[in-house]
């Protein structure tokens, strides 16, 4: 290309303009907003919740619990299932993360699109795609999200505008600014927001994805879970600059970093980037949280020295919510424990759905791909044709 700036259309040319505007103002609110932490590494503990509570946030803090549990619960059935050998394949939980998913997906519109990674599960509940479809994505059968298959990495819905699932550490980032080219190209207002870890941020597409969205102003948000940890490798380790957030600044973008402990304070950092975006000024929100289990279901995590693993039950995300509604009055023990068991009967019978759910037809394998159909080879005979007398793929 000869020049910096793309073409534009008329429309994103309107867009372009309020959003010259609407861009001091969303960087202004960025750095009311952005709880700058300067030290890279975690905190020993996450420190007293300061909010006040108001009516209309305590309803809010106890959807969010619910939803919190319920991806918890989840994904202890999915390891469980795993450990069964009713899941194959790989298998990311978030656990531990289940604030930072909640609050980052209360700032999308049902018609915004999202573009993850492999740690999808909680992204796809907190979507409300159907957990019976998801957990049967899961156990790779037909009622699966992806009809069985792409597995726990590669869910797809759009009609929940969930883009995807991706195996491929940063495959993400330049699909989600192509989306976002696309939403700014057709005039649209929906936004992007494009979640991966921190390691991801060590790829040269974070770089590209983020200078390209910069240069042409898309209505992309880039959001890392920094969860200190890339499989079993610290951040100080991997990354010169451990701060994330601070990597916009190459780039001219604004950014923030915020505690993914408590779903509130994720939300209100979500929506500002959100908004930014939406006026046409791309974004990048670091979400610090702790992992609360190995890389995968198979990690046994032995890179954690005990002391650490002692810490991690201080982080715990969901556990220090119940503590929060308990201390705060909003809820009571007995009410907690039946929303628990109401939901570890839910979850019975999500996975016997998916347990029931039939296997997909081997027939089907290339019906949702771009690749040309190719045959299994194992099962060809010396010298047999690649396609039977119909022209299909044996
Ligand atoms: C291109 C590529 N390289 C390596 C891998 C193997 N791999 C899978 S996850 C991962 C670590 C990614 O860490 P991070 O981005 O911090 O995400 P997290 O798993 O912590 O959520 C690696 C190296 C991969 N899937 N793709």
Redesign the pocket.
């Known amino acids: 290309m000869s020049t910096a700036k793309r073409p534009t259309t008329k429309a994103s040319t309107a867009t372009k303009t309020a959003s010259v505007t609407a861009k001091a103002t969303a960087t202004k609110k960025v750095a009311a907003a952005a709880k700058v932490t300067p030290k890279a590494t975690p905190p020993k503990k996450s420190p007293p919740k300061k909010t006040t509570v108001v009516s209309s946030d305590a309803v809010q803090l106890l959807d969010y619990y619910r939803e919190m549990l319920f991806i918890r619960r989840f994904e202890e059935r999915a390891a469980r299932a795993y450990t069964q050998a009713l899941i194959g394949g790989y298998c990311?939980l978030n656990l531990g993360?289940e604030a930072a998913v909640v609050g980052l997906m209360s700032a999308l519109r049902p018609t915004d699109y999202l573009f993850t990674?492999?740690?999808e599960h909680g992204y796809a509940i907190a979507r409300n795609i159907d957990p019976n479809a998801i957990m049967a994505e899961l156990y790779g059968r037909v009622d699966g999200v992806s009809k069985g298959w792409g597995g726990s990495m590669h869910m797809f819905d759009m009609e929940h505008r969930l883009l995807g699932g991706y195996?491929?550490?940063?495959?993400q980032l330049p699909l989600a600014t192509g989306a976002a080219l696309a939403i700014d190209y057709r005039g649209g207002d929906d936004v992007v927001m494009c979640t991966?870890?921190?390691?991801?941020?060590?790829?040269g597409a974070f770089h590209e994805s983020l200078n390209i969205a910069q240069l042409w102003k898309l209505p992309v948000v880039f959001v890392?879970?920094?969860?200190f940890?890339?499989?079993g490798?610290k951040?100080e380790l991997s990354s010169a600059e451990p701060e994330i957030y601070r990597r916009a600044a190459a780039y001219r973008m604004p950014s923030a970093r915020v505690d993914g402990a408590d779903p509130i304070e994720v939300a209100a950092a979500a929506r500002i980037a959100v908004e930014s975006a939406r006026a046409g000024q791309p974004y990048l929100l670091e979400v610090t949280c702790h992992?609360l289990r190995g890389?995968?279901v198979v990690d046994p995590a032995k890179y954690r020295s005990a002391s650490e693993v002692e810490e991690l039950k201080l982080h715990d995300p969901v556990h220090n919510l119940a503590e929060r509604l308990l201390n705060l009055g909003l809820t009571d023990a007995d009410t907690l424990a039946a929303l628990d068991e109401a939901m570890l009967a839910r979850l019975d019978e999500i996975a016997a759905f998916a347990e029931a759910s039939a296997h997909p037809d081997v027939n089907t394998l290339f019906d949702y791909t771009y690749a040309t159909p190719v045959p299994n080879d194992s099962r060809r005979l010396p010298g047999q044709s690649l396609f039977d007398e119909n022209g299909v793929a044996r």
Do not use: A, F, K
């Open positions: 990311h993360e990674n492999y740690r195996g491929i550490v940063g495959g991966m870890g921190e390691g991801t941020s060590n790829i890392v879970i920094n969860n940890l890339g499989m490798t951040v992992r890389h995968s």
